[in-house]
């Protein structure tokens, strides 16, 4: 299996513009997560979907923030507009909830975003 | 809310030592996880405890959970520098999906 597959890498982008990060979820798992990692926050989850559907965003920092699951199969997670204070690693993770899951998180590798 | 609580937060250990790195947590929690992450990457999945008293080990690391002291332990033995990284325990609210992250301990092993 790929893993949980995140695009792009490495964002820099002026404040102001538009962000849009992307996420494909292991194949076959149920839930996807939205993380934001900082070196004075630590690791704080934004956002979580079940099925397609969102369950938790009471993470999402502002308005300006906003996540979607169209299928089981991909995420974005939009930032518009952007501030410096949006710069971190995000990261996506996925599980396999209910029945014989584990519920065991699997993280992307990351995008790390600049906003100058 | 859960609120996670680990300890030592930065620990600078000699190659070949033992130490213990402490993982509590406010509220009942059936189910927690524990992370490494190496500088600049991402959260490489380390042990799952999935009940009180759950015990797991891979190499020189031994993970352990009691869930009635709402405390979990990650034991290094006779560490080596490859240990190097930060550790992250992670328990999950009763009943939900989403895991609530320590702030990590940095672990450093000198040779």
């Known amino acids: 299996d790929a893993g949980v597959i995140q695009s792009p890498r490495h964002e820099v982008t002026e404040m102001g513009q538009e962000v849009t990060l992307r996420c494909k979820p292991i194949?076959?798992?149920?839930?996807l997560f939205w993380y934001r990692q900082t070196m004075m926050r630590g690791l704080e989850l934004l956002i979580y979907f079940n099925n397609n559907v969102p369950i938790d965003d009471s993470g999402m920092p502002e308005d300006r923030f906003s996540a979607k699951m169209p299928n089981a199969s991909f995420s974005t997670l939009k930032i518009q507009p952007s501030e410096p204070r949006d710069s971190a690693v995000y990261f996506c993770?996925?599980?396999?909830?209910?029945?014989?899951?584990?519920?065991?998180?699997?993280f992307g590798p990351g995008t790390r975003l600049t906003v100058t | 809310e859960l609120k996670v609580e680990q300890n030592p937060l930065f620990l600078s250990m000699q190659e070949g030592k033992n130490y213990t790195i402490y993982c509590n947590y406010s509220?009942?929690?059936?189910?927690l996880y524990w992370y490494r992450q190496d500088p600049g990457k991402s959260l490489e999945s380390l042990f799952v405890?999935?009940?009180?008293?759950a015990v797991k080990q891979e190499g020189r690391l031994m993970a352990s959970l009691d869930t009635k002291a709402r405390l979990s332990t990650l034991h290094i033995t006779a560490a080596v520098h490859d240990l190097s990284a930060t550790y992250f325990c992670a328990p999950s609210p009763q009943y939900g999906n989403k895991l609530v992250f320590g702030a990590g301990t940095i672990l450093r092993v000198k040779s």
């Open positions: 509220t009942t929690s059936d189910r």
């Open positions: 405890l999935l009940s009180n008293g």
């Open positions: 194949s076959g798992h149920n839930s």
């Open positions: 993770a996925s599980s396999l909830v209910g029945g014989q899951g584990s519920y065991e998180q699997y």
